[in-house]
């Protein structure tokens, strides 16, 4: 459990009853006696739910004017209302501000209990619709692209989508694994059940634990999933302890909690941006966990690794710019594309989508996108590479000699920008492929995918 409520009163001693009850649940509570301190403390401690005294102080609207400031500025945490004053009125006008739900003085324990866990859960689904959300949003982008990866993308899907094999994506982050996860859910015989996402990196193995596993009070991710299909993103983060229990789940279908056997038909799918091989061979991931997870597995390649996929993919967010950024779409000019080509994409498909609406943004106003509005790390960057064309060292070399130096550079640099397809780089530079096969031969050049576009 371990969830952070934040409660909100003057009273201490109210304070320090409520707080008791909620850490006797589990729950981690923190107090709050006046609103510069909820102030202080909302931003600190980024709590799951607030329960909010209506009348603090003299104040009587202190408790209704907090509720308005949170809806502006974190409107995902569900809050409570609680006062010794309450009338029918001052709930529904708190309900209508937008409060969960609101709770008398002197309040039943067994009642404050059921509406903290109530509104978690309400909280957790939206979390978990609003994830759904962007992986369904995104999906298509799996198949955009002219690389043979993007190309074999549908028919793989189809396939992995038919069985109810684990699968085991390896990839760097950025690349779009959930979105896949959610497809190959979306597609399969589980698509009617639930579709559970979780980020196996944790500051606290403990409260993972918990949220993941649950409690007897309480039902976890895994549970969650009954159905369905569970997609645990950096599972080589897992602590030992949970790599040894999911394990033991996999092999009997089931786990224990305290005296509550939960029973569980979950599909995993799993993703992984290190190399797990080495892990398992130094100890740090468990075997025979490793061997159970990788029955079908996956190796997504990263966007340095195949160019010929970064205009489709700028193309295709900037076709639906209105549905991902809520923005106009623009043209980008020749030298954007070619600083995009020519970028090495650490962040991958998802750095690409942020920095195309970054460009939009800045080039709102204009009729295109040219280097201006790019951002400045990918400028910079691109740049440093077209560094190497040698401006200087041309100088000093006669034209002969420096002509071929040139389009030496020239060459590698179209090359890579276009992943190494020679059709696509000939197409550009306004060259028959047969002639550029030639000159590339000619300056000993090879294609970084000879063969490919041939």
């Keep these: 459990m371990n969830e952070r409520i934040l409660v909100v009163d003057d009273d201490k001693a109210v304070n320090s009853l409520i707080a008791d009850v909620l850490r006797d649940e589990g729950y981690n509570a923190i107090v709050a006696e006046d609103e510069s301190e909820f102030v202080s403390k909302i931003e600190e401690k980024n709590p799951d739910l607030v329960l909010l005294d209506l009348w603090i102080g003299d104040d009587e609207n202190a408790g209704i004017r907090i509720l308005n400031k949170m809806r502006k500025i974190h409107p995902d945490i569900p809050v409570v209302i609680i006062s010794g004053h309450g009338t029918i009125d001052i709930a529904v006008q708190a309900i209508r501000d937008g409060a969960f739900d609101f709770l008398e003085k002197p309040f039943v324990t067994e009642r404050l209990l059921i509406t903290c866990a109530n509104a978690l859960e309400i909280r957790r689904l939206q979390q978990s619709n609003n994830a ?22 549908r028919s793989l899907v189809e396939k992995i989508s038919t069985s ?7 990839a760097q982050s950025g690349l779009g694994c959930e979105a896949f996860a959610y497809l190959i859910h979306k597609k399969s015989k589980r698509s009617q059940y639930p579709f559970v996402y979780v980020n196996c990196k944790s500051d606290d193995p403990e409260a993972f634990q918990q949220t993941f596993w649950g409690t007897e009070k309480s039902y976890g991710d895994l549970e969650r999933a009954n159905f369905g ?3 645990l993103e950096d599972i080589t983060y897992l602590s030992k302890e949970c790599q040894r229990r999911l394990l033991q789940f996999l092999a009997e279908g089931r786990y224990c909690l305290k005296e509550r056997n939960v029973y569980a038909d979950v599909r995993l ?19 025979e966990l490793f061997f159970r997870l990788n029955i079908v597995s996956v190796i997504v390649p990263s966007l340095k690794d195949r160019r010929e996929d970064i205009i489709p993919l700028l193309e295709y967010y900037l076709e639906h710019a209105t549905d991902f950024f809520g923005i106009q779409a623009l043209h980008f000019n020749e030298e954007a594309k070619a600083l995009f080509q ?55 070399l006669p034209i002969k000699e420096a002509k071929e130096l040139f389009e030496s550079d020239y060459l590698r640099a179209q090359i890579s920008r276009f992943g190494g397809n020679i059709s696509r780089t000939a197409e550009f530079i306004g060259m ?11 300056l000993n050049l090879r294609s970084t995918k000879e063969g490919e576009g041939a």
């Design 132 to 153: 759904l959300r962007n992986f369904k949003q995104d999906t298509n982008v799996l198949f955009v692209g002219h690389s043979s990866f993007a190309q074999s993308m």
């Design 164 to 170: 109810n094999g684990r699968v085991l994506i390896r």
């Design 229 to 231: 299909t569970l997609y």
């Design 269 to 287: 799918i799993c993703s992984t941006s290190k190399p797990i091989e080495q892990l398992v061979g130094s100890d740090e991931f468990n075997r």
């Design 342 to 396: 020519t970028y090495d994409w650490p962040g991958n498909i998802h750095q690409l989508k942020n920095m195309v609406e970054s460009a939009l943004i800045n080039a709102a106003g204009n009729d295109i996108v040219d280097r201006d509005a790019l951002p400045p790390d990918l400028v910079n960057r691109a740049c440093a590479t077209y560094d190497s064309l040698q401006i200087s060292k041309l100088i000093s």
């Design 432 to 442: 028959e492929r047969s002639a550029l096969h030639r000159k590339l031969r000619a």
